[in-house]
């Protein structure tokens, strides 16, 4: 199984915190969308003989992309992969782009799940985070999709910024389980450098970030969320049962996909792959042939990004496996950071099995970075 990611890099405008390569500008749309329809062609080898279970347009913002382009990618993939019955095809949408005329064609187009950036119910919240979007248009969008033929739906929250207590964090999270969504994300703001947050913090025209807030945020979601019968299966994702992202699930379980379009990524196992960030210069690589640049992953890197990923979700890191691949000074070192964390109440280890503690999860980069195997 793999999985096809298409980056599509416009926005109608910049929020203050995102650091994902984007344009406001789209004059180059039709020239871009061109160019990721025959990097396809040019890239259909890097998954040759896989089954792809997932198609993922991110962004940017896909659902400004007028339908015909995302049509016209999605019918080149499926002339040159294996494509699954069973395949999850994810658009990534904002709220004041949903229109039922609009739903319907997507899904003629071949989507069947939607990704709906919500990130707040309250309009002072999304004015912080420069959204182009009010609570209004995400109370009409969810709507709209929940009475289309669409049945998979994710909506995106944003916590852990000043202005957002408890009760409004709260608030939000009733609001958004009002309406019975099958998947929710809730990710934890974080200041990006060269962002515009970044440089209205470090000016003090905004409060820095907390952690603690974050991290009040998050056990309230957790718990909020978990009560109300969704499975938290990754740290800033929750499902009803049957309904794990499976885009998602890919990057954790380290299964091969092929990442096309300005500044996506591609991995299969033995290398990573990337393009550059900048519109033009990627429609001219495409022409030219210099699309991406690739790093030979070394064993140091295919057994940390092992931890990095696996630690994140709920089925945990099998330390059994990992063991049989360190040798003796990585295991005794690997071995000393898991005592480590257990007496720190930050890991539950059993049967062989490493998963993150309730603290633990607000840690797990830290985390991983402590279990990593060294060159040295």
Not at 64 to 84: E, G, Q, V, W, Y
Not at 195 to 219: C, M, Q, V, W
Not at 328 to 345: C, P, R, V, Y
Request: with cysteine; proline share 2%; hydrophobic share 35%.
């Amino acid at each position: 199984m793999a999985g096809i990611y298409v980056h599509v890099p416009f926005c109608s405008q910049a929020c203050h915190y995102c650091d994902f390569h984007f344009s406001t500008s789209r004059n180059t749309e039709y020239e871009v969308v061109d160019a990721i329809k025959q990097e396809i062609l040019i890239q259909k080898s890097y998954l040759e003989g896989e089954l792809i279970s997932t198609i993922y347009f991110g962004g940017g913002t896909p659902s400004l992309l007028r339908t015909s382009a995302i049509a016209d990618i999605l019918n080149i993939i499926k002339k040159c992969f294996n494509i699954s019955v069973d395949l999850e095809c994810t658009l990534e949408a904002n709220p004041d782009n949903i229109k039922k005329n609009k739903i319907e064609e997507w899904v003629d187009a071949g989507i069947n799940r939607i990704s709906l950036g919500v990130q707040s119910f309250r309009d002072e919240d999304l004015q912080y985070m420069n959204r182009s979007h009010n609570a209004e248009d995400s109370r009409r969008a969810i709507k709209l999709l929940k009475s289309s033929s669409v049945k998979n739906i994710n909506v995106d929250l944003i916590y852990g910024f000043p202005s957002l207590t408890k009760l409004a964090w709260i608030d939000n999270l009733k609001s958004l389980l009002s309406f019975d969504v099958q998947h929710i994300s809730c990710y934890c703001l974080t200041v990006e450098p060269n962002t515009p947050l970044f440089y209205f913090i470090k000016n003090k025209k905004e409060k820095a970030l907390s952690p603690k807030d974050g991290r009040d945020h998050f056990l309230i979601a957790r718990k909020i969320l978990q009560d109300s019968g969704y499975d938290h299966y990754e740290i800033s994702n929750f499902c009803k049962p049957k309904y794990q992202s499976i885009h998602n699930q890919n990057y954790w379980n380290r299964t091969k996909y092929l990442g096309v379009g300005p500044s996506a990524h591609s991995f299969n196992g033995v290398s990573r792959r990337w393009s550059v960030r900048n519109n033009r210069l990627y429609c001219n690589g495409v022409q030219d042939g210099s699309i991406y640049k690739e790093e030979i992953l070394t064993r140091h890197n295919i057994i940390n990004e092992y931890i990095l990923t696996s630690i994140r979700t709920s089925s945990g890191l099998n330390v059994k496996n990992l063991k049989n691949t360190l040798k003796k000074s990585e295991l005794n070192k690997f071995n000393l950071e898991i005592n480590k964390l257990e007496n720190s109440n930050l890991i539950i280890f059993k049967d062989e099995m490493l998963y993150l503690s309730e603290d633990g999860m607000m840690l797990s980069d830290n985390i991983a970075t402590n279990l990593f195997v060294t060159s040295r």
